[in-house]
């Protein structure tokens, strides 16, 4: 299988590969996809409580080459992006960044899907 | 410095031996004539030729020139044997005995006879890959045409105990056929001591020509009849009709007689490569798992998971190195090996495995290369893999609800 550049370049350069403190009560974490699947990403966001831009975003995922470069990609894109901004991002935006071939789609819902988890986790700990 | 890419994925195929392609070159060129031509001084030397690579590569399995059937490869070959034996004996018994860890052109070819109402017994395996002979003893019944079980596996290199399997087949007068494609050449394979009726080979494992393998069909005690299942000119005592391929049988007879010569130095050098291999990953990564038995394994497989680094971006982190993954994201169908699962590897280290294969043109430079590569890229993955973060952080993962892609 040939990957695009723009795969191959995220996947020897990981952006923002880490960890923020889970607890931090201005850290939202996702955590989706499932080790059976082949793919898991967790993908983390810093948000400024005044403003909501995200400040921060950080992740790691196990999966395929593509995954990788997706959830790299996510964090580079969400990352100065308001919350609002930030889920308004679609899977179909990171398929064509990355000419993502159509058997690799899954990668780039699961990206979108780790940035909404991780908006509903730091929401999550606002309410109330 | 090595000389890269890094060729390791020999159960895939293997290179062409310069010398078996020096035996071939007359016959792609000069000595053009085709075998079944029995009146002109061009059929004589192709025959003759054809003669010649047929007893090299009875000679490497213990048979007789006469007991050869050459073929296309060994999809054909298990084709033939299988349904040969199934449409031959038909009045004699409908039910079939394979295992589920065989290749797809036995599982396939055995699928296809149930639809045409024969009854197929899959056996299952132990988690070293292994067949239980007493599953076998009790699966056959006075129904029973064939046992169908590989020698070695081509994913997991598992070597079943095939004479024993033979007997057992013998004992109850049921026919024994093996897919000996990896085996042939690479461990002691002989039909007569091990109780093979039948038995599929392919040339470009073992460093011969693609497209071209044989059929061992066993002429006496007991004589196997089959059923053609190309029709035609009669070629091959009317079980394989079509011209022969006489390049590539010269090329297959050289294949098998440097396999059969080499026999010994070879394997013992593959066997000290693969551990080499296998100590410095056991002794550089931790939670790595070897997939199948260590023992009763062909001298130059190495299947190893590496938990929580997914293989495809594994074999995208050594893209110098040819080898191959039973990582779902590698394979056609975008199903983890059903290899490993018939084993009991759990889909989680399935993804993460990936099938070195070492050959004979494989050096220790070339071993030491791989294995600092692999280790270096399996850190590097684990640094970003959240499973393995979680795993240090004392999760169990098994314990986590995972939130499946919507």
């Known amino acids: 299988m040939a990957y695009s550049d723009k795969v191959i370049d995220h996947y020897n350069n990981p952006r923002n590969v880490g960890a923020l403190p889970k607890e931090d009560p201005n850290v939202g974490t996702g955590l989706v996809g499932a080790p059976e699947c082949g793919d898991v990403m967790k993908l983390q966001i810093k948000v400024n409580q005044e403003t909501e831009v995200i400040e921060e975003a950080k992740f790691k995922t196990f999966g395929c080459g593509s995954a990788i470069a997706s959830s790299s990609l996510a964090t580079e894109w969400v990352k100065g992006k308001t919350v609002a901004e930030a889920l308004a991002i679609k899977n179909t935006d990171i398929v064509k960044e990355l000419s993502l071939p159509p058997v690799k789609i899954h990668c780039s819902v699961l990206a979108e899907d780790a940035i909404k988890a991780a908006v509903t986790d730091w929401k999550k700990k606002h309410e109330k | ?406």
């Open chain 2, 1 to 406: 410095m090595v000389k890269l890419p890094i060729y390791m994925d020999n159960h895939a195929t293997t290179p062409l031996d310069p010398r078996v392609l020096e035996a071939m070159m007359p016959y792609l060129t000069n000595k053009f004539g085709n075998a079944a031509s029995r009146n002109h001084q061009y059929g004589w030397e192709a025959e003759e030729a054809v003669e010649e690579a047929r007893k090299q590569i009875a000679a490497l399995i213990g048979a007789d020139p006469r007991e050869i059937v050459i073929t296309s490869g060994a999809t054909e070959s298990d084709n033939l044997a299988v349904k040969g034996v199934a449409y031959m004996y038909r009045e004699k018994g409908d039910h079939i005995i394979t295992a589920v860890t065989e290749h797809k052109a036995i599982l396939d070819t055995c699928k296809h006879l149930e639809k045409d109402g024969f009854r197929v017994t899959f056996l299952p395996v132990n988690n070293k890959g292994l067949v239980d002979l007493d599953d076998l003893k009790n699966a056959i019944t006075d129904k029973t045409v064939l046992v169908s079980i590989m020698t070695a596996n081509n994913e997991v290199g598992v070597i079943q105990d095939v004479k024993e399997i033979g007997r057992i087949a013998r004992e109850r007068g049921v026919l024994f056929h093996t897919d000996a494609v990896q085996a042939a050449g690479k461990v002691p394979f002989d039909v007569n001591a091990m109780n093979i009726d039948i038995a599929s080979l392919s040339a470009h494992k073992m460093y011969g020509p693609k497209g071209v393998g044989a059929l061992y069909v066993r002429r006496r005690n007991p004589r196997v009849l089959l059923t053609p299942i190309i029709d035609g000119g009669g070629h091959e005592r009317g079980m394989r009709s079509g011209t022969l391929n006489v390049p590539g049988i010269v090329g297959f007879g050289k294949a098998a007689e440097l396999a059969r010569t080499d026999f010994a130095k070879e394997s013992a050098e593959m066997f000290r490569l693969r551990e080499k291999l296998r100590t410095t990953f056991e002794r550089e990564l931790d939670e790595i798992y070897i997939n199948g038995d260590l023992e009763k394994r062909l001298p130059g497989n190495l299947n190893m998971s590496f938990a929580y680094v997914e293989g495809e971006s594994l074999l995208m982190g050594i893209n110098d190195i040819a080898v191959s993954s039973g990582s779902a994201c590698t394979s056609a169908s975008l199903e983890p090996s059903y290899v490993l699962k018939a084993l009991g590897v759990g889909e989680d280290l399935a993804h993460t495995s990936i099938r070195f294969g070492v050959g004979r043109f494989n050096t220790e430079e070339e071993v030491d290369y791989v294995a600092q590569r692999v280790i270096e890229t399996v850190r590097r993955l684990r640094e970003l893999s959240p499973l393995y973060e979680m795993a240090k952080e004392g999760i169990d993962l098994k314990s986590v609800q995972w939130a499946a892609e919507s």
